[in-house]
T-cell receptor, first 115, second 110 residues
Framework: DAGVIQSPRHEVTEMGQEVTLRCKPI?????LFWYRQTMMRGLELLIY????????DSGMPEDRFSAKMPNASFSTLKIQPSEPRDSAVYFC?????????????FGPGTRLLVL | SQKIEQNSEALNIQEGKTATLTCNYT??????LQWYRQDPGRGPVFLLL?????KEKRKERLKVTFDTTLKQSLFHITASQPADSATYLC?????????FGKGTRLHILP
C-alpha cells in the first residue's frame, strides 16, 4: 500500500483565497483524521471521520474551515477565506478502528503558507 | 484544561547511551498512551502503545513505562544511534479524544 496520500505537498496562497487540501486514506481504514501542526501549538486534531461520517469537529478553529469525506477513499479540508495565521503543516491520518483507539498512519503533510 | 508536557528543549545524547524522554500530563486520565517519531518534513510514525493497566512495554531497543499515579510516561532508547535522531511525540487518548504533546527533539551525537 502507498500509505496515506496528501496533495498538494506545498501550497502558497494569498490572504482571502480559498485553499483545498486533499487526502486519500489507506485502503480498508475506516477512520480519517485531519491535524494541524505549528511550532507554537504542536499537533492539533481538527476533525475526524468514522465510516465517512464526521464524529468530532470540535477542533475546527472557526467557520472558515470545513471538511468533507464523500467516500471511503477521499477527504478534503477547505479553508475559505484563508488568513496568514492559517499557515501551518496540515496532516491527514487514517486508522482501521473507530475513534482514536488504535494506531494512526499519517500522510506526509501539506505545508501551507498564506501571505 | 488538559495539558501534556514534553521536554521543550532538545536532548543531546552520546551514541551508545540510553536516551530517556519524558511525557507528563495533567487533568487527564488516558486509557492509553502512544509514542510517535517524526522526522523533518514528514508525518509522525507510530512506535509504541501502552494501556493504562500496563506498566511497561518493550519493542526492540525501545521501552515505554506508564505511571498513572505520577501521570507520567518515560520513553527509553537503549544503545542509541545517530539514526535515532528525530522528534518524539507522546499522545494520550480516552474514548474518542486524543491529544498530542509538542514533542522532544533528540540528537544522538556520534
Amino acid at each position: 500500500d502507498a500509505g496515506v496520500i496528501q496533495s498538494p505537498r506545498h501550497e502558497v496562497t494569498e490572504m482571502g483565497q480559498e485553499v483545498t487540501l486533499r487526502c486519500k486514506p489507506i485502503s480498508g481504514h475506516n477512520s480519517l483524521f485531519w491535524y494541524r501542526q505549528t511550532m507554537m501549538r504542536g499537533l492539533e486534531l481538527l476533525i475526524y471521520f468514522n465510516n465517512n461520517v464526521p464524529i468530532d469537529d470540535s477542533g475546527m478553529p472557526e467557520d472558515r474551515f470545513s471538511a468533507k469525506m464523500p467516500n471511503a477513499s477521499f477527504s478534503t479540508l477547505k479553508i475559505q477565506p484563508s488568513e496568514p495565521r492559517d499557515s501551518a503543516v496540515y496532516f491527514c491520518a487514517s486508522s482501521w478502528t473507530s475513534g482514536n483507539q488504535e494506531t494512526q498512519y499519517f500522510g506526509p503533510g501539506t505545508r501551507l503558507l498564506v501571505l | 484544561s488538559q495539558k501534556i508536557e514534553q521536554n521543550s528543549e532538545a536532548l543531546n545524547i552520546q551514541e551508545g547511551k540510553t536516551a530517556t524522554l519524558t511525557c507528563n500530563y495533567t487533568n487527564y486520565s488516558p486509557a492509553y498512551l502512544q509514542w510517535y517519531r517524526q522526522d523533518p518534513g514528514r508525518g509522525p510514525v507510530f512506535l509504541l502503545l501502552i494501556r493504562e493497566n500496563e506498566k511497561e512495554k518493550r519493542k526492540e531497543r525501545l521501552k515505554v513505562t506508564f505511571d498513572t499515579t505520577l501521570k507520567q510516561s518515560l520513553f527509553h532508547i537503549t544503545a542509541s544511534q545517530p539514526a535515532d535522531s528525530a522528534t518524539y511525540l507522546c499522545a494520550l487518548a480516552r474514548d474518542d479524544k486524543i491529544i498530542f504533546g509538542k514533542g522532544t527533539r533528540l540528537h544522538i551525537l556520534p
